[in-house]
Nanobody
Framework: QVQLVESGGGLVRPGGSLRLSCAAS????????MGWYRQAPGKERELVAG???????NYADSVKGRFTISRDNAKNTVYLQMNGLEPEDTAVYFC???????????????WGQGTLVTVSS
């Protein structure tokens, strides 16, 4: 069994910063792509940022230059550093992990439970 645990959300003023973390634990054989999605009230879930096993990254146009995704493979953890936060960034943020689990090496896509980020003065 594999579990994703997110942390780091909260309330922040416009222009502020937050750092989200998502740690995978359990019967993990390997982790490939990792990413962060968000879903604002009344809107569809959208990709915020992704990072491959080789640490290539991609970002939504709306967050380029403000957000940075990174990963620590030794800890099976992905991070999202969010700077210059805007009210439009308010959403529930979900981490997403693609990998293979033990003992079957079955390929899975996993989602975190979500963490709320609220940007407001």
């Amino acid at each position: 069994q594999v579990q994703l645990v997110e942390s780091g959300g909260g309330l922040v003023r416009p222009g502020g910063s937050l750092r989200l973390s998502c740690a995978a634990s359990g019967s993990i054989f390997s982790i490939n792509a990792m990413g962060w999605y968000r879903q604002a009230p009344g809107k569809e879930r959208e990709l915020v940022a992704g990072i491959t096993s080789g640490s290539s990254t991609n970002y939504a146009d709306s967050v380029k230059g403000r957000f940075t995704i990174s990963r620590d493979n030794a800890k099976n953890t992905v991070y999202l550093q969010m700077n210059g936060l805007e009210p439009e960034d308010t959403a529930v943020y979900f981490c997403n992990v693609h990998g293979r689990i033990l003992p079957t090496l079955r390929y899975l896509e996993l989602w975190g439970q979500g963490t709320l980020v609220t940007v407001s003065s």
